[in-house]
């Protein structure tokens, strides 16, 4: 590790102000030395004291873009288990694929479940122990739980799989209320936990447990406001359903996320417009956020071994239906995440660009508008004068009450 104690020893020296300057210190002090390589960062934060150069480990932090809404996001995984009410077509994981439902088994987190049995308390652990070796603060951490139903396993299932996450965050091993109760002055706090769920399992009990267990926001898969496109999909769901749902979760007083999967079987570029126009417009919907996953012909799903005449959208179709979302997203909804994390390896028809937010937006620019979601307006994105900031109040009707924000 001579050579990143030698380019941590200038880096102090010289004390950089941005990313850019730290990368021409390193590339200058390789020059000099003959390295064979340049150090990574990651090196270089093992040679430092984060907490008595803060600034520094900051500029030196591995994917800054993870952590830059003050938030450290942790997903486990779940184990493989069937849904309640089979398998929608356009799915394409579960036991019989050895992989989560709804995952193919190649995605990230999804790999990362397997290599640890899919055991909550070692994935917590594996996540935070890559964090910190990135230059990443662990001290408020949202817990993401992902692998379909989770409302749906068993409550034994359940209760252990969150023992053991609260097992690494508190450091020792407590049962759930008790370690829920602890969390509050431990090293690592959770700040949010997020569980994934079907309209159609958002009961008063399950809404009663999900509160009991901590949960700060729950995820529920609307992905079109069609009665006949879910009929065909075998998704078995019904848009009242949805409405029950949604009504449900706030009262409970949970963040709802809707999942939305733009260009399904059935569905046109108009119609999803549509749709998403009535999430805003209607006072049975207006979730809180939302997930864009533009269907994809994916290996292994029903839909796959028979698509007849389906063609998914491509990349320049879906990013001008995502742009078509933003110019109408209200400022208080965030818009969390657009397409899954799908390798492209699986993906047999659709979106193979993984930037698709990107194309959106440049769609977006193109047409001379700009977003004004959550996401797309966090200070980080550009130096704001607090002088000219204003407070501002947003009234706004949903599920027969009154939200502001």
């Not at 996450?165 to 949010?192: I, M, Q, S, Y």
């Not at 309209?199 to 529920?220: D, H, L, N, Y």
């Not at 977006?364 to 979601?373: E, H, I, N, P, Q």
Request: proline share 7%; glycine share 6%.
């Amino acid at each position: 590790m001579i050579e990143a104690e030698l380019v941590v020893n200038r880096l102090l020296e010289k004390k950089p102000k941005t990313r850019q300057e730290v990368q021409l210190i390193k590339l200058e002090v390789a020059k000099e030395q003959k390295f064979s390589m340049v150090p990574p960062n990651n090196q270089l934060l093992a040679q430092i004291d984060s907490a008595e150069e803060p600034e520094l480990a900051k500029l030196l932090r591995v994917k800054p873009m993870r952590t830059s809404a003050g938030v450290t996001p942790v997903a486990i995984m779940t184990s493989p288990a069937s849904c309640p009410h089979g398998t929608c077509t356009y799915c394409p994981g579960g036991p019989s694929n050895e992989s989560p439902q709804s995952y193919t088994g190649h995605e990230p987190a999804a790999r990362r479940g397997k290599r640890h049995n899919y055991n909550s308390r070692s994935q917590v652990d594996a996540r935070l122990e890559q964090y910190v070796r990135n230059g990443h603060p662990t001290d408020k951490i949202e817990i993401i739980i992902m692998g379909g139903t989770f409302t749906a396993r068993t409550p034994d299932y359940q209760d252990e799989f969150l023992t053991g996450a609260f097992e690494t965050l508190n450091g020792e091993r407590l049962p759930l209320d008790e370690a829920l109760h602890r969390n509050g002055n431990a090293k690592h706090k959770c700040v949010g936990l997020t569980m994934e769920t079907r309209p159609t399992e958002c009961t008063p009990w399950s809404v009663f447990q999900m509160r009991k267990q901590g949960a700060t926001r729950v995820e529920i898969g609307v992905q079109c406001l069609d009665d006949g496109v879910h009929d065909k999909l075998n998704r078995q769901q019904k848009v009242e359903d949805v409405i029950k749902a949604t009504k449900l979760l706030k009262e409970a007083g949970f963040k709802v996320v809707y999942h939305m999967m733009p260009g399904l079987p059935g569905m046109t570029p108009e119609t999803d417009v549509r749709d998403f126009k009535r999430l805003f417009e209607e006072e049975d919907f207006q979730p809180d956020m939302l997930k864009l996953y533009p269907t994809l012909l994916v290996k292994g799903s029903p839909l796959s071994r028979n698509p007849g005449d389906f063609v998914p959208y491509d990349t320049e179709t879906a990013a001008n239906v995502v742009a078509d979302l933003k110019e109408i997203v209200p400022p208080y909804v965030r818009i969390q995440r657009i397409q899954r994390d799908i390798p492209k390896p699986q993906i047999i028809a659709g979106v193979m660009n993984s930037n698709l937010r990107q194309y959106a937006r440049k769609e977006l620019k193109r047409r001379g508008k700009k977003c004004k979601c959550i996401n797309c307006r966090e200070l980080w994105r550009a130096w704001i004068d607090p002088s000219t900031a204003e407070l501002k109040e947003i009234e706004y009707k949903s599920s027969g009450g009154t939200e502001y924000f």
